[in-house]
């Protein structure tokens, strides 16, 4: 893991970054969305 990054294969590459039990989900497009893993 780097940086604190994990890449989901299986989320059309979605990228889940962990900071401070803050969940945030990069888009395909690059885009910031604050998202909890409950959505998932």
């Given amino acids: 893991m780097k940086d604190g990054i994990l890449w989901h294969p299986d989320e059309h590459r979605l990228v889940y970054d962990v900071f ?7 888009s395909c497009e690059g885009h ?9």
């Fill in 20 to 26: 401070d039990d803050t969940v945030r989900v990069l």
């Fill in 32 to 40: 910031y969305k604050d998202k909890n893993f409950d959505e998932y």
